[in-house]
Every structure is written in C-alpha cells, then in structure tokens.
C-alpha cells in the first residue's frame, strides 16, 4: 500500500507520534468485529494484495487495528532510524493494541483530558517541529505536510489526547508504589558491578542576583500600550484574543487567544489572582496588574467553582544596558567585599540577592526536575547560563557576574559560588540512595504495567490476523 507524504505526517526526529500509533480510518462497532471476507487478505483468501485499499489486522475489544496504522508507524520508525529490537511487523500492531486497552480503561474510570491542555500540547509540538532547522517556519512546515497549520492541528488532536490519556492512565495504575530502604538495599545487593548504574556529575550551586532596574519611562511606555489595548477591545474595534495572539509575552497563552484555562488562586501570582477572581463580567476588561513576570490586562472567560478561566495580555519590559551595567557594578563590588572577608556569600545572600526562591535558603538553588526536591543538579538540569558559568569553577570558587533569563523571563544579573561537585561515579547506597531508589520504584512500575496489561487481555475480546500468530510479543496471551 502506498502512503503518500502528506499521509505519514512529519517524518522527523523528536516527533513523539511513533511510540503511540496513528488513529488513522479506525472506527468503533458495536461489539466485537470479526476479520470478515472483505476486509481480510490471508492464507484462505484468494485476494490480489495490490487491490486491498485497507485492511483489519487485528481486532481489540471493538477496536480494530487497520494495516494503514501499521505502515505509517513503520514508515515514521524508519525515517527516524528506531531500532525495533524485532520485527516491526509484530510490535508495532501489539503497541497499538496495548495502547487500545489503556485508553478502554482510562474511559471506564472516567479519565478526562481537557481541550485547553490538548491545544497547549499540540502547539509545543509544531513549534518544536517549527524550530527545526530543516523546517525553520509555519510556511515551510505547512508546505512539507501539504496542509495548513488548522489541517495539522486537526490531525494531531486524537493522537495527542489518547497519549495523555494512557499516560494518565498508567500514573493511575502505578501512582501508590513505594519501596523501603531495606527493599533497595536487597534489590541492588545481587547485581554484578557493572550492572549498577552510573550516576553523573552532580553539582551544588549558589546563586546571588541583582535585578536591574526599570526606568519609569519604560513603564510608562507598556501600561500605555495595555490602556491603548483595552480602548480597542472595550469600543468593538478588535477582540481581546486577537490582540493577545498578536501582541501577548506569553507565548504558551498568547497562541490559544491569551487563554488559560481552570487556574485554581494558589496556581496564579498572587496580585494576578486578585484580580482575576474580582472579574465577573466578561465582557469587561481589568485594570493593568503588575505580578513577578510583568503586566497585564485581563478578561473573564468563565468561573466554575474554585477555579477561573481568564484571558490575559502580558507585556515584559525592556531593561537598558546601561541598567545591566549597573547591576553587574554592585555584583562586582559585593564580590570584592567577599573577597576581602567582610562577609560570607552565603550571608550576602539573605541580605542583597533578589532572588526569592533562594536568598533565605544562604543562596543554594533547587532542582525540581527530579521526583524530589534536591540541591544537587545534573550540568543539563541547571539554566544554560549558570551551566556555562559553573564549568569553569572550582568548589568553593565565586564567579564574575553574568546575565541570565530567570524562570519568570526576567533579566537578571547573578554571580554564582560552586558549593560542591561529585564526579560521575557507580551509584552507592550512602551516596546516593535517591537515585538508586527512583530505579527500584521505575523496576516495580514497569512490572505492574506489564502484569496489568497480560491480566487485562485475558479479560478483552482478541482477534488476531492468522499471519501474525507465529510473532514473538512482549505479553503473553493475545494468541488464544
């Protein structure tokens, strides 16, 4: 069966499409679907392969698996250069069906995916794909697809929802599994050395910032431009969510019209909150509210319950040089004082730094990119600027002062003090229990998923395409 271009979709790396199959032609029935006559090309029937425009290859409950769902898997893992570990023949019809029985699942338990988290997922996805060097643009990926960007939203939708969906599905199934010390200690006591895994070089940093300063003119310059917005919304001349998608800094709102979705108040700055949650006509647009990321103008969309929908316009302002300048000058000179021993960094940080998240903690930065919260960082898990910098540090080394974009997308200046850097080295329990514990509790996940997936096809309806019979699977129990 030939697939032309436009029906593989984005034949690119990084898409996440692969692991989860495409929905393509699949319909539901009734009950379960029998491979009948007309639909089925095996040993018993006479039927020219090159006539077949689609065919049922396998059946799942009343979830068919088309041949086509197939082929653009194989064709994507292809182009992307995946090592199937197998015949691709046989596993990529059993992911699909695995996925199928995840998602029959997530409906019985009533596991629900919002359209403003699908519309957020899809639009991190094309700018990804946009931000590719051999795409580059909106044009040129809508001329690779031969389809709008609407086409390919369009076409992205059910996949991305059903990947949340199992992935909600699976956290559910997995979500109580602990494991004591005494079960880690004995699950890496048997291992042969080089099975224990190697962890990388980890770091301790602390940081020290200085926010340069606005000048009033600059202020003056975007509230103007927020009343100017609100004039053109309140006297008909546009709509709010044009204006936001045109002009808005928040790129993960501005593409949705400025829109949210259900934020409860603890999800929101607080002045933000204060003043959405006061909203209660939507047709009225609020007073500017100045919050950590900046300014704003914001409009009801809706309230239910504890939670509000609002949209919103942010404007960020812009910091001179000669403000930066400044404030690498006081980093300068607090370094000097350091330096000369009038104080410690650790003490200049609860006293000078602008950080909030750290100044009360003498500095030390937090990652939160891991299950728990730690001070140590991976080089990949720190902000590019503060990696670039702590590379060239010895412990205890304070660095010069540098620029970087915090977390709220601010311009900072900050100087950094290495605290402490472990090289890579074999996981040992005294140094470092956590990691060798996320593997036991990842260990115990996959078994139970994998127990829960052979148990729940003996309970499902399986209906299996006679050339597929012989395939070597990961579960047991789909040939009956």
């Avoid at 064709?75 to 197998?86: M, R, Y």
């Avoid at 338990?109 to 519309?119: F, G, L, N, Y």
């Avoid at 998608?245 to 108040?265: I, K, T, V």
């Amino acid at each position: 069966m030939k697939i032309s271009k436009g029906k593989i979709g984005l034949l690119l790396a990084g898409t996440v499409l692969m692991t989860m199959g495409l929905h393509a032609g699949a319909f539901r029935a009734s009950g379960p679907v029998e491979l009948s006559d007309s639909v089925r090309s095996d040993a018993t029937t006479q039927t020219d392969p090159r006539s077949v425009v689609d065919e049922v290859v396998w059946v799942v409950g009343d979830e068919p698996i088309l041949k086509s769902e197939v082929e653009i898997m194989k064709l994507q893992g292809e182009a992307e250069g995946t090592k199937w570990g197998g015949d691709p023949d046989c596993i990529i019809p059993e992911q699909i069906a695995v996925q199928k029985l995840f998602l029959h699942q997530a409906a019985l338990d009533s596991i629900e995916v919002t359209e403003s988290e699908i519309a957020q997922g899809i639009d991190q996805q094309i700018n990804y794909w946009i931000s590719l060097p051999q795409i580059g643009s909106k044009e040129k990926l809508e001329a690779f697809q031969h389809k709008s960007l609407a086409q390919i939203r369009q076409d992205l939708h059910d996949d991305y929802k059903n990947r949340q969906l199992v992935q909600r599905m699976q956290e559910k199934l997995v979500g109580d599994i602990k494991v004591s010390p005494a079960e880690v200690r004995e699950y890496f006591k048997n291992l042969p050395v080089d099975s224990i895994p190697m962890i990388p070089t980890t770091v301790e940093v602390e940081i020290l910032t200085q926010t340069p300063k606005v000048e009033p003119e600059e202020v003056n310059r975007i509230k103007n431009q927020l009343r100017d917005y609100t004039d053109r919304v309140t006297k008909g001349e546009t709509s709010f969510a044009t204006l936001a998608r045109l002009y808005s800094e928040d790129p993960g709102s501005a593409r949705q019209g400025g829109e949210l979705g259900y934020m409860g108040r603890g999800m929101l700055d607080p002045a933000f909150a204060a003043a959405a949650f006061n909203l209660t006509d939507p047709k009225k647009v609020s007073k500017i509210v100045e919050s950590e990321f900046g300014y704003h103008i914001i409009q009801l969309v809706d309230k239910r319950g504890d939670k509000v929908n609002v949209r919103h316009i942010l404007l960020k302002p812009h910091v001179s040089m000669a403000s930066i300048d400044a404030a690498k000058e006081r980093l300068d000179s607090i370094n000097n004082d350091i330096k000369a021993g009038k104080f410690t960094f650790e003490d200049a940080t609860a006293y000078l730094s602008d950080d909030k998240d750290t100044k009360n903690n003498h500095g030390l930065m937090v990652n939160s990119s891991e299950n728990v919260r730690t001070s140590r960082f991976k080089m990949k898990d720190l902000p590019s600027e503060v990696a670039r910098v702590v590379e060239g540090l010895k412990v205890g080394e304070v660095s010069a002062p540098f620029q970087m974009v915090d977390a709220k997308g601010k311009v900072v200046c900050a100087i950094v003090k290495l605290k402490s850097r472990i090289p890579e080295h074999r996981a040992t329990i005294t140094e470092d229990f956590q990691a060798m514990k996320d593997i036991v509790v990842a260990h115990r996940r996959q078994e139970m998923i994998h127990n829960w997936v052979e148990k729940k096809i003996k309970e499902t309806y399986v209906r299996i395409n006679p050339r597929y019979q012989n395939c070597k699977f990961q579960y047991e129990g789909w040939v009956k």
